[in-house]
């Protein structure tokens, strides 16, 4: 039986610790709608469509995962020797036709999600959402191209946010993206600490990430450079004042990217697996990150 029959499988083969990366970002969404809400910056807000569209994204996350997962598995990506967290289709726990149908399903259920929104909202939700309904189905072709980073960094860096501000609030607010830029880049991260770590298997495969064409050397270099450049995005925000002073309460996560940065500089080839769990900590810091100018947008207009 799939999964052995326990649910706990059933979880962990969407690869739920990756959620982050599509929460993030729309948390910090929700949390500016608000902030320009109570600062007088826009009317009324739809608050229960924020909650629909956050169930959607969470949705196309785990289509994603789980469609991204049979491909990898089916390119000779996923191996037994690969390190990181489970693949349990390699670990013989579920057929490849059950995790793609897996998916599917939570592809069409985000799609459902979508069409309801689409018509309480606009169509610039098609648009938002076809680049959802892509990233989720064929980011395994842009990974394999050395395009996934750039895939991701519009899909969660950028769309996931509009998206959430458009539905609540009917309206395109543009400098919603350089707020969510730093989360963006932080996701990226994740990804590139992946692909990082998975540079020999997947030359093996014949595939070819950004992290393989950049070199390890290039890949510390590039991570190091996600990070740091979060962080000094919030501080372009707060001075052209798009962001509360408050929003520097981003720096208490700051220690936390510093020794992500020392781990990924601690690797080299013949020991790649010093950062297989970089992703996780990555995904961790993306998480912290995230909340912390959420806490900001919040408390801020009361001070």
Not at 52 to 66: D, Q, T
Not at 87 to 112: D, H, N, Q, S, W
Not at 250 to 274: C, Q
Not at 277 to 295: E, H, M, N, R
Request: charged share 10%.
């Amino acid at each position: 039986m799939d999964g052995e029959g326990k649910l706990k499988n059933w979880i962990l083969v969407a690869h739920p610790w990756a959620l982050p990366a599509s929460v993030s970002p729309a948390l910090v969404a929700l949390s500016y709608v608000f902030y320009l809400n109570k600062t007088g910056a826009i009317g009324e807000v739809n608050r229960a469509n924020g909650i629909v569209a956050l169930l959607g994204v969470v949705l196309f996350h785990l289509a994603g995962n789980l469609i991204g997962e049979y491909h990898d598995f089916v390119s000779g990506v996923d191996v037994k020797e690969k390190t990181g967290p489970r693949r349990l289709i390699v670990e013989g726990l579920f057929k490849p036709g059950t995790v793609l149908y897996y998916g599917y399903t939570m592809l069409f259920a985000g799609i459902g999600v979508g069409v309801w929104l689409f018509l309480k909202s606009g169509w610039p939700l098609l648009i938002i959402g076809g680049i959802g309904i892509i990233s989720s189905t064929l980011y395994y072709k842009f990974k394999y191209a050395g395009l996934g980073d750039l895939l991701i960094f519009v899909c969660y860096g950028l769309s996931i946010a509009m998206g959430m501000v458009y539905v609540m609030t009917g309206q395109l607010i543009w400098k919603t993206l350089l707020v969510v830029v730093p989360t963006g880049l932080l996701v990226v991260a994740i990804l590139h600490a992946n692909n990082t770590r998975d540079m020999l298997q997947d030359k093996a495969a014949g595939i070819r990430t950004r992290a393989m064409i950049l070199g390890l050397e290039g890949s510390q270099v590039a991570y190091q450079t996600l990070l740091l450049v979060s962080y000094l995005v919030i501080a372009f925000a707060v001075m052209g004042k798009l962001l509360s002073p408050l929003a520097f309460l981003v720096l208490f996560s700051f220690p936390l990217a510093i020794r992500n940065i020392k781990s990924i500089k601690r690797a080299t080839m013949n020991d790649l697996g010093i950062i297989c769990f970089l992703d996780g900590q990555t995904a961790k810091l993306v998480l912290i990150f995230s909340l912390l100018l959420a806490v900001a947008n919040f408390i801020a207009p009361y001070i």
